[in-house]
C-alpha cells in the first residue's frame, strides 16, 4: 500500500511541476514541496498504523 501511494504522490509532484493542479494552496509550480510534505505525513501514518495493528 505504501508503495502505491508513493507512486501516486509522485505522479502529483511531476504534474504539480508540468501543470499546476489549481487546488488552494498548489496554484503555484513551486508549491510542489507541499505535496512532498503532505506525501512524507501519509506515508508516517500508514508505517504507524501498519506496525501497531
Known sequence: MT???A???LLAMA?????PLGLPGLKRRADFWKIAVIAF?????ALVINETF
Not at 15 to 19: L, R
Not at 41 to 45: G, M, V
Open 41 to 45: 505525513a501519509i506515508w508516517t501514518i
Open 15 to 19: 504534474v504539480q511541476i508540468i501543470k
Open 3 to 5: 508503495k502505491v501511494i
Open 7 to 9: 507512486v501516486l504522490l
